[in-house]
């Protein structure tokens, strides 16, 4: 690989894509995303943003790329036929099956993150019953890494955990060798393999290098967590549309919403709440929430006690499918009402970090956090008050952290 060469990573994230072009020495040299304009369910959606911001890259930085690595919503689902061709929407992450868990719990015998409610085994078992068994399941990063390849037979090990994939034996859970729709599940490649060179028709259309190599990339969430080079001693956290909070541990941590990855060769814990800062968008636009937080003080409590979540059910750090949002009393005023939810999200964070640490993971020295959140300082102040850590704020996007997966892919 030469000093020169340049690589590219893809972020699908709940909202948008972003694209990141890094050169050997990690240094970011260009980045753009776009917002899906009809949502997360929408796989065209996902393809015309990614043609979009394609076709924005300078054609001098174009010409340098020598491969690319992919990186998804961890758990969103899609029904295709043998040729990738979507059938339906994507089941987002989001959308649990209460209907399904007694299926769900005959199939696992340990607790983890595919035994949850909220993994990704109710939504295929509702993709087979809507759509039968000769249909093959991808999430949302496998699903676009075979589209560049025009090969949709593999799947990143990181994305299909949630589906109950074993990184420890690399292999599916005992039960799955019975179920009949085994075949509908990819084959699993780990992270920084090469899937395949990009297919001559979609590097026509998008104006890449016909040599360009696919690296097999990782989730969204683990993206966020490479591009912020963590020490051993570092929690993250990702405050995006949801808060994930993950750290490096020594062996996989055990129970229900935990996800073990492997990740540049050691093992990366953690859980996602389905809250996060999507949640304040439903109240108030980011303008809005930019003027009242500068009428915050972050050192007093509101004394509120809200649970701020979108909709019913929560996946970490509680697994409880019918678990309440609490979103009243609303005072009269904003100011004090956004302070009560930076609380609720602040105090839901606290719990995640007191859930790993009581799992076997040391609690974290510093948090280091990215996302569109991070950027608020009156929610670090409310965060580090609630958690008792200091906060360390990144601003590198996660497309940069799947693109240094594509530099160790080669």
């Not at 996302?371 to 996660?398: D, L």
Request: with cysteine; hydrophobic share 40%; aromatic share 8%.
């Amino acid at each position: 690989m030469l000093n020169n060469s340049l690589v590219l990573g893809i972020d699908l994230g709940t909202s948008g894509v972003r694209i990141a072009i890094i050169n050997t020495n990690k240094k970011i040299l260009f980045t753009s995303s776009k917002k899906y304009s009809k949502g997360l369910e929408i796989s065209e959606d996902w393809i015309n943003c990614l043609k979009t911001l394609m076709q924005e890259i300078p054609k001098d930085l174009k010409e340098e790329l020598v491969s690319c690595s992919v990186a998804g919503t961890s758990g969103t689902l899609l029904a295709c036929k043998r040729n990738g061709e979507p059938i339906g929407k994507a089941l987002p992450y989001f959308l649990s099956f209460p209907e399904y868990s007694y299926k769900i719990e005959k199939l696992f015998t340990k607790e983890c993150a595919g035994s949850s409610i909220s993994g990704s085994v109710g939504r295929a078992l509702r993709l087979l019953t809507l759509y039968g068994n000769e249909i093959i399941l991808r999430h949302q990063a496998d699903w676009i890494s075979g589209w560049l390849i025009n090969n949709w037979e593999y799947g990143e090990e990181g994305n299909n955990i949630r589906m109950g994939w074993e990184i420890s034996n690399s292999s599916w859970p005992e039960n799955f060798q019975n179920l009949k729709w085994l075949k509908c599940l990819p084959k699993i490649i780990p992270s920084g393999q090469i899937m395949g060179d990009i297919c001559t028709k979609k590097a026509n259309e998008l104006g890449l290098p016909k040599s360009l190599q696919v690296i097999a990339g990782t989730t969204d969430s683990n993206a966020g967590v490479l591009a912020t080079f963590p020490n051993k001693n570092d929690g993250i956290t990702i405050l995006g549309s949801t808060i994930v909070i993950k750290k490096f541990v020594n062996k996989p941590l055990e129970g229900k919403g935990i996800s073990n990855h492997k990740l540049l060769g050691n093992w990366l814990s953690g859980g996602a709440s389905n809250t996060g800062a999507a949640i304040l968008l439903d109240f108030f636009n980011l303008e809005y929430i930019e003027e009242l937080s500068k009428q915050i003080n972050p050192n007093k409590s509101t004394g509120l006690n809200l649970l701020p979540l979108s909709s019913q059910g929560e996946r970490f750090p509680i697994d409880d499918p019918n678990l309440r949002p609490k979103l009243e009393p609303r005072p009269v005023s904003d100011s004090l009402y956004l302070h009560a939810l930076f609380e609720g999200l602040a105090k839901i964070e606290a719990r995640g970090w007191q859930k790993l640490n009581e799992l076997g993971a040391d609690l974290p020295r510093q948090i280091i956090t990215i996302g569109g959140g991070a950027k608020n300082i009156t929610w670090k102040k409310i965060r580090e008050r609630e958690i008792g850590i200091p906060i360390k704020i990144c601003n590198r996007p996660p497309a940069a952290g799947v693109a240094s997966i594509a530099l160790m892919g080669l």
